[in-house]
């Protein structure tokens, strides 16, 4: 089993997935023990001194004037956590919660949380013992950060709340902690604040809204290509040319793709000198569109990048001072606004998407049979597949409306603006689930045009996306119950196979040329 080092050098995304999905385990690099134990030792002075610290000799938001006497302070962090674990709903999975540990565990190995060295040990451990908490996913307002998630989190780790199951269940942690040979963590000063305050579940579903995302994007690429062909369309506008007119950088990588995917298709090279003066938005368009959303989850790669290995807690003690200050790094504003983008220009994805299968299903629209059956209105074919892509695609206009635009005081009015960012996340989580769906469906209206147009064969990469198809579902000659087959797709378009394709030919370099042959002059009539 692969190791991350935490405290070593910045934690990627890359490194938080791994711990999160591939198992990977956490040790603490040598730096980041020692960084733990200064700013503990600032901690432990001001609790010596019994001088007044936020969080660490007071009481917590509205509450934070009420200084509590230093015998007191393991039970004022205990009832902290005790008394914010009031989150509801569906729990968040296991990759969510897995990679918001590490985050907080990188967190803490910065050096400016002040917790004891044996609290990130217990959370490096439970990361590596696979316990994971049964942690809701209501709760948080994206500032102080992600509290109510995180109480139930620490509740677990203290052997008071619970653990997910292999099944997805719940269990009481305390059984679980001795199964694995650990005990309940017990919380002394600022440690129940340093555990909870920071935006570790919103930067967690932001890691696999960047990697799942940019899969997304990739395979919406070929699976557009598929389309491009299947409706025998021209790869006019993808030129090298034309984008270096307009180099806008994902409409640049979009373009390349879709050519490198239809490179010496026997399909395109069927109607080159074709009359057809130009084609629909949906596919001449699929450049700049691709792109955009491209560009947009680029930027939700860049916050997450920072806000992974950022520090999040507060107040934040600075060893090399003994300054321990309040802040407000915990506010999820950076996060919630490139969430809300993120789940924007997904959406785009999937309109975009249904629209080039709605084409592909309307013969009046395409050389193609009503509803790719070649016996129509005794067969129903696709038909009812393009409904179901367009009730996802109108699910995801009312998820993108904005929650960072939302904010409900709390807390006594001390925190008088939040985030939103929880939310933000959870709706882009959802978003992207829609649109691999709708994708799916793309892809296997996509590979049944296609194989209409035979003999004509279509590109290397096409080829490849409808092998990919034809594996999970056979070519439809006459209606059947093909349910089970567009979830298999679906999870085809989740795992990556449609994005392996395109990364593949986009590692493997050039193209012979046959896409960028002069193709007919296309008039502006339309645009």
């Keep these: 089993m692969t190791q991350v080092v935490i405290g070593e050098a910045p934690l990627t995304i890359d490194e938080a997935i791994a711990v999160a999905r591939g198992g990977s385990e956490v040790v603490l690099g040598a730096a980041a023990r020692e960084r733990i134990r200064a700013a503990h030792d600032v901690v432990a002075g001001v609790i010596a001194r019994e001088q007044v610290a936020y969080g660490v000799t007071t009481g917590f938001g509205q509450l934070a004037t009420t200084h509590i006497p230093v015998d007191k302070v393991r039970e004022l962090q205990e009832n902290l956590v005790r008394s914010h674990a009031v989150g509801l709903g569906e729990p968040l999975s296991r990759e969510v919660v897995r990679a918001a540990m590490v985050i907080r565990l990188n967190t803490m190995a910065r050096g400016h949380s002040g917790v004891r060295l044996s609290v990130a040990e217990h959370l490096a451990a439970c990361i590596n013992a696979d316990l994971v908490p049964w942690v809701p996913s209501r709760g948080s307002l994206g500032a102080s950060g992600d509290l109510a998630p995180s109480a139930h989190l620490v509740l677990a ?7 997910l199951t292999e099944d997805g269940g719940r269990e009481p942690s305390g059984p679980a902690l001795r199964a694995a040979g650990l005990a309940p963590v017990t919380l002394e000063a600022k440690e129940g604040l340093s555990l909870l305050n920071g935006t570790q579940f919103m930067a967690a579903i932001g890691c696999m809204l960047v990697a799942d995302g940019e899969t ?6 070929l699976i557009g290509a598929m389309s491009l062909e299947g409706l025998r369309a021209s790869v006019g506008p993808f030129q090298e040319r034309i984008q270096a007119l307009r180099p806008i950088p994902g409409q640049v990588v979009t373009a390349a793709n879709v050519r490198r995917a239809t490179d010496g298709s026997a399909i395109m090279l069927s ?6 003066v130009q084609d629909a938005y949906s596919l001449r368009c699929i450049p700049q569109v691709h792109g955009a959303c491209r560009d947009a989850l680029a930027w939700l790669r860049r916050v997450v990048s920072v806000e992974v290995d950022a520090v999040t807690d507060n107040p ?11 802040a407000g790094n915990f506010h999820g504003e950076p996060l919630a606004l490139a969430l809300d983008l993120a789940a924007i220009s997904l959406a785009e994805i999937a309109s975009i998407s249904e629209r080039r299968t709605f084409r592909m ?5 395409s050389e ?27 699910e995801n206009k009312v998820l993108c409306h904005p929650a960072s635009v939302d904010s409900i005081p709390s807390s006594g009015d001390q925190e008088d603006h939040v985030s939103m960012g929880m939310t933000a996340a959870l709706k882009a989580l959802m978003v992207l689930g829609n649109v691999q769906k709708v994708l799916a469906i793309e892809a296997v209206c996509a590979a049944q045009a296609i194989d209409l147009l035979a003999p004509l064969e279509p590109g290397p990469g096409t080829g490849a996306g409808r092998a990919v198809v034809r594996e999970l579902s056979p070519m439809l000659e006459r209606d059947r119950y093909v349910g089970p087959e567009l979830e298999a797709a679906v999870e085809a ?8 394709i395109v990364r593949k030919a986009a590692d493997s370099g050039g193209l012979t040329g046959l896409n960028d042959m002069s193709v007919p002059d296309e008039s502006d009539e339309g645009a």
């Design 316 to 326: 934040l003690i600075f060893p090399d001072t003994g300054e321990i200050i309040s």
């Design 361 to 365: 299903l309307t013969s009046s629209l």
């Design 216 to 221: 997304v994007l990739d395979s919406a690429d």
């Design 493 to 500: 378009v989740a795992a990556g196979r449609f994005a392996d």
């Design 368 to 394: 193609l049979p009503p509803f790719l059956t070649t016996d129509s209105g005794l067969n129903n074919g696709y038909m009812i597949a393009q409904y179901t892509a367009a009730a996802l695609v109108s």
């Design 271 to 276: 109607h080159l000198n074709c009359d057809k």
């Design 157 to 163: 780790l203290m052997g008071e709340g619970e653990v």
